[in-house]
């Protein structure tokens, strides 16, 4: 069964660093997300991107976020200057249409440890 | 901001047992998604409900969409010690793409 994968499973990086995390959504897809969790805390969205755009975004998606599908299959959200609060664990997902009761399958995500 | 609350936060039963996990909102959604995490791994999508008082049914786990569309419940019967794990459900708003989720009820099914 087709999957998204995201790499690097772990990452570590010094606070002011920028860090890249990579997603290969599901080759049909049109629609690609980007979540957070915070150890302890609920899954939080970022930020939806669809035909090259954002279509939306949360608060948390500030100007130290951008994403990118450089290519045809890659996905990538970028953080510019990380912070301390930036560790989390990262999800991408990805769906075949945006309307909202169209499932949203998720990667195994990338831990980020901002040090 | 749309919240959704799931209860209980932790539960631990016998296995053979039944049980049910609630998601609420004040709220209405377009759909609920229901997602089951393991440690390590991503939310994997168990089912998706979009009508009002839709009943899904998945082998021994029931899910409900309320009628009003602002809760949804799952229940499963006779639990097995696979069942174990953390159960997520996720809110969409017409018009919107993001899911809203609840903070989760981890289960744990002792044999």
């Known amino acids: 069964e087709p999957e998204v994968t995201q790499t690097p499973s772990h990452q570590v990086t010094q606070m002011g660093q920028e860090v890249i995390l990579r997603c290969v959504p599901i080759?049909?897809?049109?629609?690609f997300y980007w979540y957070r969790q915070i150890l302890g805390q609920k899954v939080e969205f970022l930020v939806s991107?669809?035909?090259?755009?954002?279509?939306?975004k949360s608060e948390i998606f500030d100007d130290q976020f951008s994403v990118e599908r450089p290519d045809g299959s890659n996905f990538t959200l970028k953080i510019r200057s990380t912070k301390l609060e930036d560790s989390a664990m990262y999800f991408c997902a990805s769906s075949r249409q945006g309307r909202g009761n169209q499932p949203q399958h998720f990667g195994d995500g990338t831990r980020l440890s901002i040090l | 901001t749309q919240l959704l609350e799931q209860s209980p936060q932790f539960l631990s039963i016998q296995e053979g047992e039944n049980l049910t996990v609630y998601c609420n909102s004040s709220?209405?959604?377009?759909?609920l998604q229901w997602y089951r995490q393991e440690p390590g791994e991503g939310p994997v999508l168990l089912v998706t409900v979009v009508t009002g008082g839709e009943v899904k049914k998945l082998k021994r786990l029931t899910f409900q969409f309320g009628d009003a569309r602002k809760d949804s419940s799952l229940h499963i019967t006779a639990a097995q010690p696979g069942d174990t794990g953390l159960y997520l459900c996720?809110?969409?708003?017409?018009?919107?793409?993001?899911?809203?989720f609840g903070q989760g009820t981890r289960l744990t099914i002792n044999p």
């Open positions: 996720a809110g969409a708003s017409r018009g919107a793409q993001k899911l809203v």
């Open positions: 080759s049909n897809h049109l629609y």
């Open positions: 709220s209405v959604f377009s759909s």
């Open positions: 991107f669809y035909n090259n755009e954002i279509s939306e």
